[in-house]
């Protein structure tokens, strides 16, 4: 009994001292940042991070576009050594729900941080009777059926944010897809729908030259960067709609390799210059701690997971 103790014990201490090692040692080589396709949230996130925690970490860091999915299975299948990390978007956790993927977020993965959080604008077609929140649910019950709202296509943000918004505000406008952010403002712009939740940065010109009306934004508290908006859920209590970026590990990467790259994205998300690039399109640095994404990406899920549940989502 004694002779097992002792052999558990100096088994225990030999593991725990080969992973301070590797937190140590790490990294000896050149990191990859697997992200999404070129020009969008999560490809400018990991060019900003790749650029910062370098000399920081004294190697590389190299930023690698791939297709969404295929971008989060190559990580999945990644060796957990701390040389491959995922930066993704909301469609992380939302993608499994619609479509059957090879991984599972939370059974695949290992969160490290959040890299930002940008929120969206309700806008409205300048024709439309509507000055408030208030005014567009009392408009759409009066009208059921009749209002329309574009999309960047099923199981999109901007689709599970207006029905959301349906769902809580008791109201149905009814979603028209459209192939890409273009498409879908293009829509409203020209009359065809009257109703369209779009991240700021597309729509900020339209709405300064009058083009499209702004009644809120989907953030729980007002935002910063557009403090003249008022928040959705001020009429329509539990609404919240946001879109994240955040970084992740394979599942079993050890966790001083975790607290290093945790350590060096937070201290890049904080410094001013770097805050600034991001406010620039629309985004807010976040940080924070693994469990502070594991979190936040439970509630995520449990909201998003009833709701496409409820309505029946597939995607395109």
Not at 167 to 190: D, E, F, Q, W
Not at 210 to 236: E, F, H, N
Not at 273 to 295: H, R, S
């Amino acid at each position: 009994m004694l002779t097992s103790r002792l052999v558990a014990c100096t088994f225990f201490v030999a593991a725990a001292a080969a992973g301070v090692a590797c937190g140590q040692d790490y990294p000896t080589r050149a990191i990859r940042i697997i992200t999404s396709e070129v020009g969008g949230g999560s490809d400018f996130s990991a060019r900003i991070i790749a650029q910062a925690i370098s000399p920081a970490l004294g190697q590389p860091v190299i930023v690698d576009n791939r297709v969404n999915i295929i971008s989060m299975e190559a990580v999945m299948r990644a060796p957990s050594d701390g040389y491959t990390v995922l930066l993704t978007g909301g469609n992380f956790y939302t993608t499994p729900m619609l479509e059957k993927t090879a991984f599972d977020p939370v059974r695949d993965f290992t969160p490290i941080t959040i890299a930002t959080e940008s929120y969206q604008i309700l806008v409205v077609h300048p024709a439309l009777p509507v000055k408030s929140v208030r005014d567009l649910i009392a408009l759409a019950k009066s009208r059921p059926g009749e209002l329309n709202y574009s999309s960047t296509g099923a199981g999109s943000s901007i689709h599970l944010a207006s029905e959301l918004f349906n769902a809580l505000a008791g109201v149905s406008i009814v979603h028209v897809p459209y192939k890409g952010t273009g498409a879908a403002i293009n829509s409203i712009l020209s009359g065809q729908v009257q109703v369209l939740f779009s991240s700021a940065g597309p729509v900020a010109p339209l709405i300064k030259a009058a083009r499209l009306r702004a009644l809120a934004i989907t953030s729980a508290q007002p935002s910063a960067l557009y403090p003249d908006l008022p928040t959705i859920g001020a009429t329509v209590p539990g609404y919240v709609s946001r879109s994240m970026t955040a970084m992740f590990a394979p599942v079993g990467t050890p966790a001083p390799i975790i607290e290093r790259l945790n350590r060096e994205v937070v201290r890049v998300l904080e410094r001013p210059d770097v805050k600034q690039k991001y406010l620039g399109i629309g985004l807010e640095t976040v940080g924070g701690t693994p469990a502070e994404l594991a979190a936040k990406m439970k509630s995520e899920i449990a909201l998003w997971g009833k709701l496409i549940k409820q309505i029946g989502i597939r995607a395109d």
